[in-house]
T-cell receptor, first 114, second 120 residues
Framework: AQSVTQLDSQVPVFEEAPVELRCNYS??????LFWYVQYPNQGLQLLLK??????LVESINGFEAEFNKSQTSFHLRKPSVHISDTAEYFC????????????FGAGTRLAVHP | EAGVTQSPTHLIKTRGQQATLRCSPI?????VYWYQQALGLGLQFLLW???????NRGNFPPRFSGRQFPNYSSELNVNALELEDSALYLC???????????????????FGQGTRLTVV
């Protein structure tokens, strides 16, 4: 069975500092990988996804994630965070096509302090 | 364009009662997904409706049920509420990716803000 582990439940960081949110997964089959963000009192929004091809994927707001097959990881990074990045971040994997197949991690709460 | 809307925002019920949660998908989306987000846990897939039919359900007991209406809106019903049913229930919608019109890789599921159900 597939599973997703987000290694940090909370990550406090100061504004303009770099951040890495860690995600590891277990799967015996190829997977699609996703990062979702949930801002306070809002639904989840897709941040970025890895489907195939280049192992480094980027979002429009400066986040990037790298798929590492040997380490079964999909860590999310940003070189300089803003207060507005404060949110809950969810890593998800899908062993096949279909949003009903998404397996989510427990989430990491990123708190950016001035 | 309106996003996925869910109602009510908050719902408080007592153990043993029934809860009904509602979801209106984005216009043009035919698929609706329900997820449960319990405190400290990731989202757990509950149900998938498409074109009025239940296409798949997650590992939840039968007292979790729902339906999809002709206008593609959806309702989630939870019978015989238990304390552990307290959670944020999220609805998502997407286009009919599995009919070859767009393909899974080119579509996205859009989430609503959720209904927070508290069972006391």
């Amino acid at each position: 069975a597939q599973s997703v582990t987000q290694l940090d439940s909370q990550v406090p960081v100061f504004e303009e500092a770099p951040v890495e949110l860690r995600c590891n997964y277990s799967s015996s089959v190829s997977v699609y990988l996703f990062w979702y963000v949930q801002y306070p009192n809002q639904g989840l929004q897709l941040l970025l996804k890895y489907l195939s091809g280049s192992t480094l994927v980027e979002s429009i707001n400066g986040f990037e994630a790298e798929f590492n097959k040997s380490q079964t990881s999909f860590h999310l990074r940003k070189p300089s965070v803003h207060i507005s990045d404060t949110a809950e971040y969810f890593c998800a994997v899908s062993p096949g096509m279909g949003y009903n197949k998404l397996i989510f991690g427990a989430g990491t709460r990123l708190a950016v302090h001035p | 364009e309106a996003g996925v809307t869910q109602s009510p925002t908050h719902l408080i019920k007592t153990r043993g009662q029934q809860a009904t949660l509602r979801c209106s998908p984005i216009s043009g989306h035919t698929s609706v997904y329900w997820y449960q987000q319990a405190l400290g846990l990731g989202l757990q897939f509950l149900l998938w409706y498409d074109e009025g039919e239940e296409r798949n359900r997650g590992n939840f007991p039968p007292r979790f049920s729902g339906r999809q209406f002709p206008n593609y809106s959806s309702e989630l019903n939870v019978n015989a509420l238990e304390l552990e049913d307290s959670a944020l229930y999220l609805c998502a919608s997407s286009t009919d990716w599995d009919r070859g019109l767009a393909g899974y890789l080119n579509t996205e599921a859009f989430f609503g803000q959720g209904t927070r159900l508290t069972v006391v």
